[in-house]
């Protein structure tokens, strides 16, 4: 089972007679080796797969390798599609990739390739040392309240704790070992490999527990100097800046800046921390399902934050900017901005008053073009996971 728009999207472009490198970004466990595979089997032509996750120490001439194979399909005529998974674990990549597509071009050879990477910073940031202008990226993300839905039959309570990660999917029934397989195979598995091993990681264990403090106060606006305290580290707060953007490449943690109508200001606010999946918030901890549902604040942060990673989501590839907004005990939960488009968005997950002054008075301050509010009285949830985020601006 594959993501229908990333599918059509992928194999489109596989399709176009113009060449460019075809990268699948993402974090684990969202079905980019699923999906290129699935695609590889429909293709008229030679196909050649190879994962660097396989290989103890892959690196350049295992690369070169891979590709010879690919060029040895060309030479019987054709074209040849060549797909590279967790193309981030070699090192030096993208300079290898620049000398061998380069070749291929200047020999008119058929080649098309496919690379699949993990860690979305570490391969954006081969991608713009060495191929600028050779290539295009499509992002494969957590997967979606409809697309859990129409996979596995989740109901919107289920997506909202058991949260969207399809290998997961057939654990729910035993939400223990469920939690274990969140814990252990994707949480710890990402972090070792696509953070630890791969960046440059003094404290280890303070990266740790960031992503539990992230997950402990998603939804909420915490500054990095309250982040320091509450992990009894008296590291200076660039360090908590950089950890918070790797676990964001890596699709577990994300921090959302402060609208502030002006870039300078943004970058200096205090982040709105987000979970980039429900099940990273829940599995983390010990409440059962029912223990989630029975407490209205702790469920309505669930709420929250499936709002969150779905417009955090939505907006990529998109030129729309996603924040929050506060101004001392007023608060805009999520901004949607795109050039002098301005959206203002209030979740609430049950009954609610029948003011809200975090807009009002966010209005007061910028010109503001809507004014939502989900749940409740407001746009059912459901609907509103269903649609992107250009429609509500």
Sequence with gaps: MVKRKIFETFALRLREPRRFIQVIAGPRQTGKTTLVQYVLGLAEGTTHYASADAVLSAGAIWLEQQWEIARQSVRKGGETILAIDEIQKISNWSETVKKLWDEDTAQARNIKVVLLGSAQLLVQKGLTESLAGRFEVLHATHWSYPEMRDGFGFSLEEFLFFGGYPGAAALV?????????????????????????????????????????????????????????????????????????????????????????????????????????????????????????????????????????????????????????????????????????????????????????????????????????????????????????????
């Design 173 to 393: 029934g035993e939400e223990n070992r469920w939690r274990l397989y969140v814990r252990d195979t994707l949480v710890e598995t990402t972090i070792s490999k696509d953070v630890l091993l791969l960046a440059n990681i003094h404290k280890p264990a303070l990266l740790r527990n960031l992503f539990l403090l992230g997950c402990a106060y998603s939804s909420q606006q915490l500054s990095f100097q309250k982040m320091a305290g509450q992990l009894q580290d008296v590291g200076n707060t660039t360090t908590l800046a950089h950890y918070l953007q790797l676990l964001q490449s890596a699709g577990l943690l994300a921090g959302l800046p402060k609208y502030a109508g002006q870039l300078v200001r943004q970058r200096s606010s205090s982040p709105k921390l987000l979970a980039l999946n429900n099940a990273l918030m829940t599995a983390a901890g010990n409440f059962s399902f029912r223990e989630w549902r029975d407490q209205p604040e702790r469920w309505g942060r669930l709420v929250e934050t499936a709002v969150g990673n779905h417009l955090q989501q939505s907006v990529l590839e998109t030129r729309i900017g996603l924040y929050y907004w506060n101004d001392r005990n007023l608060e805009v939960d999520f901004v949607l901005a795109a050039g002098d488009r301005l959206t203002a968005i209030e979740v609430k997950s049950g009954r609610t008053p029948s003011a809200f002054p975090g807009i009002a008075a966010f209005a007061a301050h910028f010109r503001v073009t809507r004014k939502l509010l989900v749940g409740g009285t407001g746009i059912p949830l459901a609907e509103f996971l269903a649609a992107p985020a250009e429609a509500w601006l």
